[in-house]
Structures are given as C-alpha cells and as structure tokens.
C-alpha cells in the first residue's frame, strides 16, 4: 500500500499560531502588571497627612499621590477612575496607604472629612533637638521625653538610616559619646502638624525636609571630599557662627583651613553644647569653660566634634558645601557693633582685631 504524505503547514499558519502565542504571553503579563499597579502601595495600615490645595484637579491629585509613594500609577489610577466624577476638596486629609485609589478619592472628594486640628510651630536654625522637642510637646499631645528619646534611640535611628540615603551610619560610629544621635538632621522650617500626631510621624516630617536639602544640593555632597556627616556637623558650627550667608562661607573656608593644618576649632558654640544645661545662650559662659573636658569642646580636642551641636539651615549647609577658600585662620564678630566679621591670617592680627572691636 504507497504512503501517504502529510501535508505541510503553511508557514503562514505557522506564523500566525508564533502571533496568537505571543499576543496570549503579551496579554497575560499585561494583565498581571494592570493588577499590580492597582494594588495599594501597603498591606498594613499607614496613616499619612494629604494636603489639597487651591487649584488642586483629580489629574493633579493623583500625579502628586504618585510623586510622594502613596499611589503605584497615576495613569492607572486615572484609567481605573475614568467613568467617575470625583470633585476634589480643600483641606487636609488622613489617608491610609492600604486603601485602593477609589478609597482615597472618597475620602478626598468628601469635605467633611477634612482635618482641621492642626497646628503650624516654627522650629528656627540654630535650635537644639531639646529646643525643638520642647516647642512641639507644647502644642502637640506628644512629650518632650517621647520625642528626644526616640531621636537617641539606636534601633529606631537604624531604622531611619535604611530609608533615608541622607542619613548615614556614621551617626552611630560615636553613639556613646554624642547627646542625641539625629541632632543636626531635624530640618529648621516652619510645619504644619496635626495636635493629635505620632512621635514617628512628626519625626519624619523633619527628615523628609533634610532629604529634600540633601537632594536639591547632592551635586555639591557628591563633590565633596568630606562626608554626609562631616558636612552636617561643620554646617552646625558655621550656623552659630555667622549669621549672613557670604560671612558663612568665609567661616567655613577658616575652619577648614585649621582642620587642613591639624588646628583645633576652638568654637565657642562647641563649649556651650558641651556644657548643654542652660535654657538661654546668653547664659552660656563659653570663655570661663573653654578647658572643659567634652568630646564636643573644641578648644580641647582636634578635629571635629562627636556630632552636630545643633540643627542648621540650608545656608549654613550650602555655605558649608561652596564655602570660600582664604588665607584666614582667625575671625571675630564685632557683637557690640553691627555685627561685622573681621578675619585675619595671624594671631597677631587677630589679637589687634580683638582690641580694636571687642574691649571697650
């Protein structure tokens, strides 16, 4: 009996089963990242305060949800929403990161549910965490102890170094010997709290202002041959220490000139947070307590201190980044005047200066 051959396949059939496959793979995956990025951005209730503002659209609202790590896809979430007609509201409002975004819009949509227990506290350059724990406890339901205790707690500042790149481990390397291990980091601004709020989320709200320092000015961290932190605690003594940003840079380029020649600091401010039980800076007798013996005096140890002696601005910051080269290692104000720095390259002159501009 002959054989019968089987036909061969058209290589177009062929070709059109590769497409169909394909198509089914391609829509598959599709699918399952639609799915993914519906999905809230946490399994576990996480509360966070979210601002509307004058102007404020649905598109808006859902880019910034985006921008902050509260949403996973704004065009998805706009997509999802499409055949709705939220109208959003003006105000504050607690969202919880767990609910999907049709949950988030009901919220945001109802102005009955807008938050109006808030309180706005100014927390100026120069403070100590102390300074800052105090003037929140006064108008917040969280305490003074809760807050410095938390700012000095090494397990819960690890926690914060994994998530914020500004914060590095060298804020532990001398654990024992500084007062309080995120003094420096907790941002001078103005901010808006709620009176019932948490020590972790007012804690963040500071630091979420020191990374946004940070990031606006990470070229210039990147170019530095000193560390995160080494910047942080310089920044620290040059806020004390001049108070216009020309006159901060001309500090900073002093001190760094002194540590360059292995110079001791000898800052004042160093003293006085050494000394650190004293409610007011004009009480701080600096001069009659520079031999004190402290890991943050600087007029007795080389180098920099154990750590930030307070919370400086951004242009303490920036001037300590971009400060200004000289043949300066001495300087003074003329605090019974106007103001004015004087600085000079000797002791000599420095001393003449100190006769000319303080003893009177």
Known sequence: MPLVKKKKQPLVKKIFLVIVVF????????????????????????????????????????????????????YVARWMLRDQAFLVYKGNFMLDTSLSVNEMMAVLSNPALAIQNTVRITLPPGFWAKDMAKRISTFTNVSEEDLLSAWNDETYVQSLINEYPVL?????????????????????????FFVDTSVDAITRTLLKETQRVYTTHKAAFDQSKRSIHDIFVMASIVEFEASKFEDMRKVAGVFYNRLNINMRLQSSVTVCYALYEFEDWRDCESYANQQIRSPYNTYVISGLPAGPILNPSENAILATLDYQTSRYFYFLADIYGDGTVYYAETFAQHQANINKYLKR
């Open 23 to 74: 198509m089914m793979i391609a829509g598959y995956f599709a699918y399952t990242t639609y799915q993914t990025l519906t999905q809230p951005v946490s399994e576990t209730t996480q509360l966070i305060n979210f601002e509307v503002v004058a102007g404020d659209t649905m598109t808006s609202v859902l880019a910034r949800l985006e921008s902050e790590g509260h949403i996973r896809n704004r």
């Open 168 to 192: 590095t481990n060298a804020i532990l390397t001398r654990k024992d010997d500084v007062r309080v291990l995120l003094e420096g980091y907790l941002s001078p601004n103005t901010y808006e």
